[in-house]
C-alpha cells in the first residue's frame, strides 16, 4: 500500500543552525509534496509545494527538494528560530490530502 | 485574511449520541475536507467533497459518518451513534482549485472541534 513516511523522533536543534526534516514514500510516485506546519492544538498551515519535475523550491529560510530516485522529500529551515519549533508535516496528493506522521521540531536558543 | 472557521471550537457528547460538526470554508474554494486528529497521532484524512459530492473517502469514513453542503457556505460533518474513539479533534479544510495537471493546490485549515465522547 501507499506509504509516506516521517522521522517520528524529535529533531533538537540549536537556534541559527539548519534543520533537515525527511520524508519519505513508497509504493507509489506522487505528482508533487506538499509541506505544512502544525502548531499544538491548531490546524496545519501550508508551507510549500514541490512537483515531481522541480528538484528544488525555496521560500524565505525554507527550502525543499523531491528526489525521484530516492524517493524522498527534504525539508531545509536555515538560519532557524525559536519560533520554528513545531511539527512539520509531508503530505501527498490524492483527491484528498494525505499526511505523513510528521517531524516535530525544536529549536533551543 | 480569508480563513476558514469551525464550529463549535469544543463539542462534548455522550457516547451513542449524533453530533453536526459544522465548517464554513473560504468563500471562492470550490474543494472542500474533513480530517481527524486523534491526541498524539497523525492527521488523517477522511473525505474530501466537490461539486456538491464525495469525491474520495478513506476507509475511516464509514457509514456512521456523512458531509453535507446545506447551502452556500456550510459545510457539515455529521457523526452519527458517537464512540468513545471518535473523540479526536476534526479539522475542516478548504481548496481553491486542482491546477491544469489536476493537482490538489494548498489547503486552508480551520482551527479545528475538539470532539470528546463521554
Known amino acids: 500500500s501507499q506509504k509516506i513516511e516521517q522521522n517520528s523522533e524529535a529533531l533538537n536543534i540549536q537556534e541559527g543552525k539548519t534543520a533537515t526534516l525527511t520524508c519519505n514514500y513508497t509504493?507509489?510516485?506522487?505528482?508533487?509534496l506538499q509541506w505544512y506546519r502544525q502548531d499544538p492544538g491548531r490546524g496545519p498551515v501550508f508551507l510549500l509545494l514541490?512537483?515531481?519535475?522541480?528538484k528544488e523550491k525555496r521560500k524565505e529560510r525554507l527550502k525543499v527538494t523531491f528526489d525521484t530516485t530516492l524517493k524522498q522529500s527534504l525539508f531545509h529551515i536555515t538560519a532557524s528560530q525559536p519560533a520554528d519549533s513545531a511539527t512539520y508535516l509531508c503530505?501527498?496528493?490524492?483527491?484528498?490530502?494525505?499526511f505523513g506522521s510528521g517531524t516535530k521540531l525544536n529549536v533551543k536558543p | 485574511e480569508p480563513e476558514v472557521t469551525q464550529t463549535p471550537s469544543h463539542q462534548v457528547t455522550q457516547m451513542g449520541q449524533e453530533v453536526i460538526l459544522r465548517c464554513v470554508p473560504i468563500?471562492?474554494?470550490?474543494?472542500f475536507y474533513w480530517y481527524r486528529q486523534i491526541l498524539g497521532q497523525k492527521v488523517e484524512f477522511l473525505v474530501s467533497?466537490?461539486?456538491?459530492?464525495?469525491?474520495?473517502k478513506s476507509e475511516i469514513f464509514d457509514d456512521q459518518f456523512s458531509v453535507e453542503r446545506p447551502d452556500g457556505s456550510n459545510f457539515t460533518l455529521k457523526i452519527r451513534s458517537t464512540k468513545l474513539e471518535d473523540s479526536a479533534m476534526y479539522f475542516c479544510?478548504?481548496?481553491?482549485?486542482?491546477?491544469?495537471?489536476?493537482?490538489?493546490?494548498?489547503?486552508?485549515f480551520g482551527q479545528g472541534t475538539r470532539l470528546t465522547v463521554v
Open positions: 479544510a478548504s481548496s481553491e482549485a486542482r491546477d491544469s495537471g489536476g493537482w490538489n493546490t494548498e489547503a486552508f
Open positions: 467533497f466537490y461539486n456538491n459530492e464525495i469525491s474520495e
Open positions: 468563500s471562492n474554494h470550490l474543494y
Open positions: 509504493n507509489y510516485s506522487p505528482a508533487y
Open positions: 503530505a501527498s496528493p490524492s483527491k484528498g490530502i494525505y
Open positions: 514541490i512537483r515531481e519535475n522541480e
